[in-house]
T-cell receptor, first 114, second 113 residues
Framework: GDSVTQMEGPVTLSEEAFLTINCTYT??????LFWYVQYPGEGLQLLLKATKADDKGSNKGFEATYRKETTSFHLEKGSVQVSDSAVYFC?????????????FGKGTKLSVKP | DTAVSQTPKYLVTQMGNDKSIKCEQNLGHDTMYWYKQDSKKFLKIMFSYNNKELIINETVPNRFSPKSPDKAHLNLHINSLELGDSAVYFC????????????FGQGTRLTVV
């Protein structure tokens, strides 16, 4: 079945450091890909998405590119802030394998120190 | 004006009790979901409802029963609560459930003692 694998955390960075969180997927069909963010004590918020190969999703300085050849959707940010501390989830939605429902990775906790 | 709202935010109850969590969305979406997040933050879908019809039941114990009185509401009723049911439960909705993003509520932290 469909699955998402993302790098295990926690990830601890200093402010203004470069961030990469790796995400790879396995899908039956042609999925849409998402990054969600969960701040402490809150629900999930959509951070960015991409619906076809080579699409780049971007929001709040975060970027991820849909790479079909490597089945990857890695999250990057050039300069993290303390306020970016949260848990980040990679997810896919695939009509073929997941019937359109979101399948999540296990989440990566990011802590940014001043 | 909250898009997906669920109540209560916290729920502490004893084993064996029956409890309900309510969810409402004002986005006009056709599809609603319940997800369970365990203590390690892992999220797994429990139910999906499209326009009041159950689409998926991901091997959830039948003590859990979703009820959708209309397409804007999806409630979760849990019978005979067990310690292992302790988790955060998220309600979500999406426009049509077809490879589109979902919008999540704030979560209900259920603690069974």
């Amino acid at each position: 079945g469909d699955s998402v694998t993302q790098m295990e955390g926690p990830v601890t960075l200093s402010e203004e450091a470069f961030l990469t969180i790796n995400c790879t997927y396995t899908a039956t069909g042609y999925p849409s890909l998402f990054w969600y963010v969960q701040y402490p004590g809150e629900g999930l918020q959509l951070l960015l998405k991409a619906t076809k190969a080579d699409d780049k999703g971007s929001n709040k300085g975060f970027e991820a590119t849909y790479r079909k050849e490597t089945t990857s959707f890695h999250l990057e940010k050039g300069s993290v802030q303390v306020s970016d501390s949260a848990v980040y989830f990679c997810a896919l939605s695939d009509l073929g394998g997941s019937q359109g429902n979101l399948i999540f990775g296990k989440g990566t906790k990011l802590s940014v120190k001043p | 004006d909250t898009a997906v709202s669920q109540t209560p935010k916290y729920l502490v109850t004893q084993m064996g009790n029956d409890k309900s969590i309510k969810c409402e969305q004002n986005l006009g979406h056709d599809t609603m979901y319940w997800y369970k997040q365990d203590s390690k933050k892992f999220l797994k879908i429990m139910f999906s409802y499209n326009n009041k019809e159950l689409i998926i039941n991901e091997t959830v114990p039948n003590r859990f029963s979703p009820k959708s009185p209309d397409k804007a509401h999806l409630n979760l009723h849990i019978n005979s609560l067990e310690l292992g049911d302790s988790a955060v439960y998220f309600c979500a909705s999406s426009p049509d459930g077809l490879n589109t993003e979902a919008f999540f509520g704030q979560g209900t932290r259920l603690t069974v003692v």
